[in-house]
């Protein structure tokens, strides 16, 4: 009885969240009124005077307010700039190149079949779950890819294809931190860590292995929560699929497996040249300093990350279309890129107002000057250990939701907790790493997230009722569940002092 009642609460409580969040508006809305806020929000505290010291360079730091003629005039001159500079476009965009003819072709539905079909019925779940984990290795692919799949097998066994959309996407999203392997957010964050801790020691460098071990023991510990809550709390909450739609998910057949051989012999091929040209001391992709680790972000390798991910696509999936006869010719190569840039419209017009709110939340500083107060207040009470550590998760997560892009928010945050937890004893990758567990448990459950209102659209296939706010009740318990579980986890290795890299203990 007692267990019914908790239950009953749960579903409750994640009733409100579910009716509260369908009365929100389109995240196209959203932004702009946020970027609204923002300039307004600029006039209101620079006319009250408000400013910050910088931790690092000692200069002050002022409200910039918008409102006035220079603000004004930047708004309008800068809007294509603050668009064609906005980091996650360029870089979604020239994945999907490579991405969108392996999904055409049908390499990565066949390759996807293989690994999550291939699971015996009981570990159905955890496959989802982990492959879209360690779907962050080809950027957001799995976003696009592996979230409505996900749906698919689910339905193709019998279960609800919600679950399954949202234990792919709890895997794609919560998981995006954590990988078996060094993913193109390694280097991205490394950078602005590495920057930050140069602001105290100017010869500082963060290898983009900085937070490797960590990033192994977590891949299994989101798998483990995220089975957990699908079966345990959101498919009992939704309970019997009864919408029209319906869909058959056939087994690999034997031309699907002769392609898929065809398309590893590519590349293997692919990856081998790479290898030839990275590994030598000679190497074209290898930095000319001679670790091609010590660079970062400056080898040419990590430079040209995005267009070999792209490459690591592209050749398979050609390979795999020319045996399995969805590719006859260089026409339906052209038709499959042409698509999957279409596909891309909405995340093109998100993006234009997301950048748009970014550019504006750096320009007018307030981002800087609250995490500088907050530092000073973390500071002035005398926080120190875990409880700090926590509190920073804390704030990382609260922002997640506010601003969506993991490598935005740690730009306006790094110049500022990478110095104060140096001065406190810890190293620039043990806060690198505290902020990508705060980062990736909101990124669920925050509607600013890009593909936030692309998981709607594909959830809204089986639920024509389907909103924001239902997509946010159902992803809740797994924000909370991996909260949990990460913050979990990071006290126990804090505690052990086990390196959370090679070479990289957490305390200086």
């Given at each position: 009885m007692e267990n019914r009642k908790k239950q009953n609460w749960g579903n409750s409580f994640l009733s409100v969240v579910e009716r509260a969040g369908n009365k929100l508006p389109h995240p196209v809305t959203l932004f702009f009124i946020f970027a609204l806020f923002v300039v307004i929000l600029s006039f209101i505290l620079n006319k009250a005077g408000v400013s910050a010291i910088h931790p690092g360079t000692k200069e002050e730091i002022s409200i910039v307010n918008l409102l006035s003629k220079d603000g004004i005039r930047r708004i309008f001159s800068e809007a294509v700039d603050n668009f064609t500079g906005f980091a996650p476009l360029g870089t979604v965009l020239v994945a999907m190149l490579g991405v969108g003819i392996a999904e055409k072709s049908g390499f990565i539905g066949a390759l996807l079949k293989k690994i999550v079909l291939g699971a015996p019925d009981k570990l159905i779940?955890?496959?989802?779950?982990?492959?879209g984990v360690m779907s962050s290795m080809a950027a957001d692919a799995g976003y696009v890819v592996l979230v409505p799949l996900g749906a698919i097998i689910f339905l193709a066994k019998g279960r609800h294809p919600l679950a399954g959309l949202a234990a792919a996407f709890a895997g794609v999203s919560g998981g995006f931190s954590s990988n078996l392997l060094i993913?193109?957010?390694?280097?991205?964050?490394?950078?602005?860590?590495?920057?930050?801790?140069?602001?105290?020691?100017?010869?500082?460098?963060?290898?983009?292995?900085?937070?490797?071990f960590f990033m192994i023991v977590s891949t299994f510990v989101i798998t483990?929560?995220?089975?957990?809550?699908?079966?345990?709390?959101?498919?009992?909450?939704?309970?019997?699929?009864?919408?029209?739609?319906?869909?058959k998910?056939?087994?690999?057949?034997?031309?699907?497996?002769?392609?898929?051989?065809k398309a590893f012999i590519a590349l293997l091929v692919f990856v081998t040249i790479i290898v030839l040209m990275t590994a030598p001391s000679n190497g074209i992709l290898r930095s000319d300093e001679g670790n091609i680790l010590q660079g970062i972000p400056f080898t040419p390798f990590v430079a040209s990350m995005v267009l070999l991910i792209a490459i690591f696509f592209f050749i398979p999936g050609v390979a795999y279309g020319i045996s399995a006869g969805t590719i006859k010719n260089d026409k339906d190569i052209a038709k499959y890129l042409n698509e999957s840039m279409a596909s891309m419209g909405g995340y093109i017009v998100l993006a234009f107002v997301a950048a748009q709110f970014v550019s504006y939340f750096n320009w007018s500083n307030i981002g800087v000057i609250l995490a500088i107060k907050g530092a000073d207040f973390l500071e002035a009470i005398n926080f120190t250990g875990l409880p700090l550590i926590i509190i920073f998760i804390v704030i990382s997560s609260i922002i997640n939701i506010l601003i969506g892009s993991a490598s935005a928010k740690w730009a306006i945050m790094a110049p500022v907790f990478v110095p104060m937890l140096m001065n406190l004893g810890y190293r620039p990758e043990f806060a690198q790493l505290s902020y990508r567990i705060g980062d990736s448990i909101t990124n669920i459950i925050s509607p600013l997230m890009p593909y936030f209102a692309?998981?709607?659209?594909?959830?809204?296939?089986?639920?024509?009722?389907?909103?924001?706010?239902?997509?946010?009740?159902?992803?809740?318990?797994?924000?909370?569940?991996?909260?949990?579980?990460?913050?979990?986890?990071?006290?126990?290795?804090?505690?052990i002092g086990a390196p959370i890299g090679p070479n990289i203990p957490i305390l200086l």
């Open positions: 779940t955890a496959a989802v779950v982990f492959t993913t193109l957010l390694d280097p991205l964050l490394g950078g602005f860590t590495e920057q930050s801790a140069q602001l105290i020691d100017p010869n500082y460098g963060v290898p983009p292995t900085a937070n490797y483990i929560a995220g089975v957990i809550v699908t079966e345990k709390i959101i498919e009992p909450r939704l309970g019997e699929y009864k919408g029209e739609y319906k869909q998910l056939e087994p690999i057949n034997n031309n699907e497996k002769k392609a898929l051989t692309i998981i709607v659209a594909f959830g809204s296939k089986y639920d024509k009722n389907l909103g924001i706010g239902t997509l946010i009740s159902t992803m809740l318990p797994y924000s909370i569940a991996y909260f949990i579980a990460l913050v979990g986890l990071l006290i126990i290795w804090y505690l």
